[in-house]
């Protein structure tokens, strides 16, 4: 399991911590495992060329007491300092290692500045270029010790102009990359774009919720010794999957594994149908049930032969093109007193279900219309949003996305890390309300069915995708082999 804490978690394990260690330990361990990712990056240390951006607080010592690993190794370290004082343990280690030094801070409010080529007059941006009056672009990598876990976005006015001056070159960011908010993972004005951000201790929010993880590139965790509490967040792994996942005992026969109902799709969308019932019928539940449209009833029994009638099942899916009849579809399920997975047009519906064991799947213009906010909202704000969703029904909500979310009241809230930009197409979303009713019917948690769901389904459109384009169908058809790999 990937585990992230947030700030004030990471403070107060790092404040017991400090009590047992001499002083400096922890930041010489995050120093060294920062060092040892960036020689990685460079393929060694000598004749390499290290920027640093270094920002007032404990996140640029870090970059300083790498950069002196850096420098000893034969690179040739140079650091920006952005404000009047920074970390001077740091910046002593690396001027003995042999680094460069300059000021690039913020004129003092009298106007003299404590830069020696600051002027009030100037912009940031020239500023930042005459400070540093060496070429960027000569750099093979930026190492951003702006601001960690202490930053408040947005960005200061220098750090930003410095950014743009480096744009381009390799970043590897520490802790975090600065100007996102750490906590909720969402953007604020400038902030850096790391190729790879080495952490400490443990994941933070912004590292696995979009925005700002798409900004976090490959995350690099050096355990610093940290002993945590329950996260905030939480990623399954394979292991963990594997775990989750139902398997049949040497007993079972179809209603023991247990049968899935599926509720979707209408003569005007067939497809969602067939969809829906392809991700139901991934075999992890025993047998798929179908009760629809007639004539829509055909066209899934010749696709799907093993799929029957109405009858009992152990769990409902609904809504996924249902069109007109999503309410009703929604009501006669919830006769059943069952867990469902409520989709498309039936989360319309949504407050039928609240306080009930369901799964709610919006897409983020979804979300939107339900909780009555703008969809560019949902988007920039997901994580705030999708707890929102979770206390106001009373349920599990898997907020769709990139790095989907599923939130629970009182529980962390999963983000799913398998997937594909390929993953984006028409009817990707009714073979997930399949596989989550498959795992549904198998006994899971709605939360554990979501994830799990979740993982399953990104991982099968990665497998089919191998790095081209898919449609619905090739997920469904990867979800066993996906299954088979975890249970081998
Ligand atoms: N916790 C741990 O276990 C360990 C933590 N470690 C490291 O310590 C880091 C935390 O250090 P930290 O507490 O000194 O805060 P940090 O992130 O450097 O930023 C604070 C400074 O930034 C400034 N600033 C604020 N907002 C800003 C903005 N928008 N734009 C520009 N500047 C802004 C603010 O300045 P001020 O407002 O005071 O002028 C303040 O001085 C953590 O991320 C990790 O790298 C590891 O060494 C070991 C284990
Ligand atoms: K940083």
Known sequence: MIRAHTVEQVRAAEETLLAELPEGALMQRAAHGLAHAVLDLLGGGYGGRVLLLV??????????????????????????????????????????????????????????????????????????????????????????????IGGRPPLRADAAAALEQVAGIPMVAVDTPSGVDVDSGELAGPHVSADVTVTF????????????????????????????????????????????????????????????????????????????????????????RYVGDPAVQELVRAAHPEVVGDGRVQAWVVGSGADDGAKDSLRTALTDDLPLVVDADALAFADLVTGLPAVLTPHAGELAGMLGVDRADVEARPLHHVREAAELYRTTVLLKGRHSLVAEPGRPVRVTTTGTPWLATAGAGDVLGGVIGALLATGLTPYDAASVGSWLHGAAATYASQGGPIVAGDVARALPVVVASLTR
């Open 55 to 148: 920002g007032s607080g404990d996140n640029g010592g870090d970059a300083l007491y790498a950069g002196a690993v850096l420098a000893r190794r034969g690179a040739y370290v140079e650091a920006w300092l952005l404000a009047e004082k920074v970390h001077p343990g740091g910046a002593d280690a690396l001027k003995r290692a042999g680094g460069t030094l300059r000021r690039l801070d913020t004129p003092s409010p009298s106007g003299s500045g404590y830069s020696t080529s600051g002027s009030a007059r100037w912009s940031s941006r020239e500023r930042a270029q005459r400070a540093t009056g060496s070429r960027p672009r000569s750099f093979d990598v930026v190492v951003d010790g702006i601001v960690g």
């Open 201 to 288: 201790g443990t994941h933070k929010v912004a590292h696995l919720v979009d925005p700002a993880a798409l900004h976090s590139g490959v995350v690099h965790l050096v355990d610093i010794g940290l002993d945590l509490p329950a996260p905030a967040l939480e990623a399954l792994q394979p292991d963990d999957v594997a775990a989750l996942l139902p398997s049949p005992d040497p007993h079972a026969h179809k209603y023991t594994r247990g049968v899935v109902g599926v509720r979707a799709g209408s003569s005007t969308y067939p497809g969602a149908a067939l969809l829906s019932v392809a991700g139901a019928d991934c075999g992890l539940a025993g047998m798929v």
